[in-house]
């Protein structure tokens, strides 16, 4: 796949399910066009074994 799908929960307690690491870095977010926070925001990844459509938008 080249790529791996994680779960993202933030210190402020926000959650995104479904977002997208590639070649070890956050490249998007399902639904959103920009990656809404920061690494530092970051408490919790765990890795999914979820496939990520590419046809869908954004």
């Excluded at 070890?24 to 399902?30: C, E, K, S, T």
């Amino acid at each position: 796949m080249g790529y791996t799908v994680v779960s993202i929960v933030l210190e402020d307690g926000r959650k995104y399910p479904r977002a997208i690491i590639d070649s070890g870095i956050l490249a998007r977010v399902r639904g959103l066009r920009n990656v809404p926070f920061s690494e530092a925001d970051i408490v919790e990844m765990v890795q999914t074994n979820e496939k990520w459509d590419w046809r869908e938008h954004p």
